[in-house]
């Protein structure tokens, strides 16, 4: 069965998806009484709210367990094209599926399932695939703005600007310049999307926000939701570390370097509202990615490989098997006050970091 944090995850999604499709069973149940000539009643309604919502629960179960893994690193490092007709292939699939055991399950008065497999399959099946073209094109849609930003544009959350507090977490590859010299231009993109794709099923998991890709380096963030939630993201930094070093035999072999990262985190306000016109965006202003920014680059003089400061640790639940060291106050480029600066490890001591990456 799909875990408990995928669930949480889709919940919204999972949630609608549900909704709606209570609604459309009862239509659909509606159109196919009149057409075998029955008298309207509530219960055709409700009988076909029902099995909608069956079908719906089904698809989405089998979908979760489906795009995970191989099968979802593979999808998504697939174009756009080829992915949304393979998503649209393997969603009627699993509507067909889902339609079949729900006509078993409720089995109508007006045909049993035999019957249905033999004149009715046709005609649900052009039905499921028309809903399976739709889904994926929005699904495959979000995937090119992010459900959250495509969300946030269609209800209209940052047509003003705003004011909120979140946690931002820059993390860029050490020594990138090098790697490029090394391999050219071609094998760098190669292996910074590879490595980026690598890494997104683990910020998928703890529900960061991704704003921007910016060369090696990519910019996510969280809401401050008080500190117990905002833990996601410090444990989001502590696997993306575990799953560097995880990866980096890989390319070593493939590419003869092995990536690392360098990761500054930060939380406080910042205004957030639309931007442009030609190409809609969600932008971020604020002293707080600054300071995420200035952390980022106090790593390598420091010689660790996740920095923060005591405001931003001071706003989450730490995992047990995570400390942060103080590493002295000292005032960031383009700051007037100090800031106390902390590194992240599973070591005490300012520069036994060696489970993070040093």
């Given at each position: ?133 739709v889904v994926q094109l929005i699904l495959q849609s979000k995937r090119l703005v992010g459900g959250r930003t495509l969300r946030h544009f269609l209800m209209g ?202």
């Amino acid at each position: 069965m799909p875990d408990r944090t995928l669930l949480n995850r889709y919940l919204p999604t999972i949630l609608f998806a549900v909704v709606a499709a209570g609604v459309v069973g009862a239509f659909y149940g509606y159109i196919m009484s009149q057409i075998v000539g029955r008298d309207f009643q509530m219960k055709v309604l409700l009988w076909g709210a029902s099995r909608g919502i069956f079908v719906a629960v089904t698809v989405l179960s089998l979908e979760l367990l489906v795009h995970r893994g191989l099968v979802q690193r593979r999808m998504r490092a697939m174009a756009f094209v080829p992915a949304f007709i393979l998503r649209a292939i393997i969603t009627s699939t699993h509507l067909i599926a889902a339609l079949a055991l729900s006509h078993w399950v409720y089995s109508p008065d007006w045909a049993n399932f035999w019957t249905w497999a033999q004149r009715g399959l046709p005609r649900d099946f052009f039905f499921a695939a028309g809903t399976a073209f739709v889904v994926q094109l929005i699904l495959q849609s979000k995937r090119l703005v992010g459900g959250r930003t495509l969300r946030h544009f269609l209800m209209g959350r940052y047509n003003r600007p705003v004011q909120e507090d979140r946690i931002f977490v820059l993390a860029d590859l050490v020594g990138f310049t090098a790697m490029a010299d090394k391999l050219g231009d071609q094998r760098s993109l190669e292996l910074v999307s590879g490595f980026f794709l690598d890494l997104d099923p683990t910020t998928h998991k703890y529900g960061a926000m991704i704003h921007n890709y910016v060369g090696d380096e990519v910019v996510m963030s969280w809401r401050d939701r008080g500190i117990v939630k905002n833990g996601r993201a410090v444990r989001c930094v502590r696997d993306m570390i575990a799953k560097t070093a995880e990866v980096q035999a890989k390319y070593l072999e493939t590419f003869g370097v092995a990536p690392t990262l360098r990761i500054g985190m930060a939380a406080g306000p910042v205004a957030v509202g639309e931007c442009g016109w030609e190409k809609r965006q969600v932008i971020y202003i604020g002293d707080t990615i600054n300071t995420a920014k200035r952390l980022q680059d106090a790593c390598k003089p420091y010689g660790v490989s996740v920095m923060t400061d005591a405001d931003t640790v001071a706003r989450m639940d730490m995992p047990d098997d995570l400390t942060a060291t103080e590493m002295g106050r000292t005032t960031l480029r383009g700051r007037e006050t100090e800031t106390l600066m902390m590194a992240l490890g599973k070591d005490t001591g300012p520069y036994s970091l060696p489970a993070l990456g040093n």
